[in-house]
């Protein structure tokens, strides 16, 4: 009998956002979590700096906790490739690129550029799946004037407010 292949499962985390910190947080509980299974799941982690830089880390979850990451020696540049056939995210190492394929994504990510429906929008592009609400509904959820205009056209009750 074949033994089903790993999954394997980026954990997007990070970004440019004021909740940056919280992300790396999360993040690293999601990869412990992961971690648990081994014989299920290889993880993918990509960080995206406060200044938007992408870096494959494959450090500890102690270094996403403490912020220290980022100043880690496995850290590698890397790029989500938009080509719908690569599905995945190119290393970007010593002049050379090298595609690492990618089954699914979460993109735990909090805030603006990321929990806003932005890093889904790229990833649905890339028709990588995640675990995730979608586009609209993330950005929806974010926009809280948006979200009560909706709920309220839609006949559900919704306290008073102004903006």
Same mark, same amino acid.
């Given at each position: 009998? !074949?033994? &089903?292949?790993?999954? @394997?499962?980026?954990?997007?985390?990070?970004?440019?956002?004021?909740?940056?910190? =919280?992300?790396?947080?999360?993040?690293?509980?999601?990869?412990?979590?992961?971690? %648990?299974? &081994? /014989?299920?799941?290889? =993880?993918?982690?990509?960080? +995206? %700096?406060?200044? *938007?830089?992408?870096?494959?880390?494959?450090?500890? %979850?102690?270094?996403? @906790?403490?912020?220290?990451?980022?100043?880690?020696?496995?850290?590698?540049?890397?790029?989500?490739?938009? /080509? @719908?056939?690569?599905?995945? #995210?190119?290393?970007?190492?010593?002049?050379?690129?090298?595609?690492?394929? #990618?089954?699914?994504?979460?993109?735990?990510?909090?805030?603006? !550029?990321?929990?806003? *429906? %932005? #890093?889904?929008?790229?990833?649905?592009?890339?028709?990588? &799946?995640?675990?995730?609400?979608? =586009?609209?509904?993330?950005? +929806?959820?974010? /926009?809280? +004037?948006?979200?009560?205009? +909706?709920?309220?056209?839609?006949?559900? &009750? =919704?306290? /008073?407010?102004?903006?």
């Amino acid at each position: 009998m !074949n033994k &089903p292949s790993k999954q @394997r499962v980026a954990l997007f985390f990070g970004g440019v956002s004021s909740e940056h910190e =919280v992300s790396c947080v999360s993040a690293a509980a999601w990869a412990d979590a992961l971690a %648990t299974m &081994p /014989d299920r799941y290889e =993880v993918i982690l990509v960080g +995206i %700096t406060k200044q *938007g830089h992408w870096l494959k880390y494959s450090g500890s %979850t102690e270094g996403m @906790r403490s912020g220290s990451w980022e100043q880690d020696a496995s850290c590698v540049p890397c790029v989500l490739s938009p /080509d @719908r056939k690569d599905h995945g #995210i190119w290393l970007l190492q010593d002049g050379k690129a090298e595609l690492v394929h #990618i089954d699914i994504c979460a993109p735990v990510m909090h805030g603006k !550029n990321g929990e806003d *429906g %932005t #890093i889904q929008g790229l990833l649905e592009m890339a028709n990588i &799946p995640y675990a995730s609400s979608g =586009v609209l509904g993330s950005a +929806i959820g974010m /926009d809280k +004037i948006a979200m009560k205009q +909706i709920l309220r056209g839609a006949g559900f &009750p =919704v306290l /008073d407010f102004v903006w």
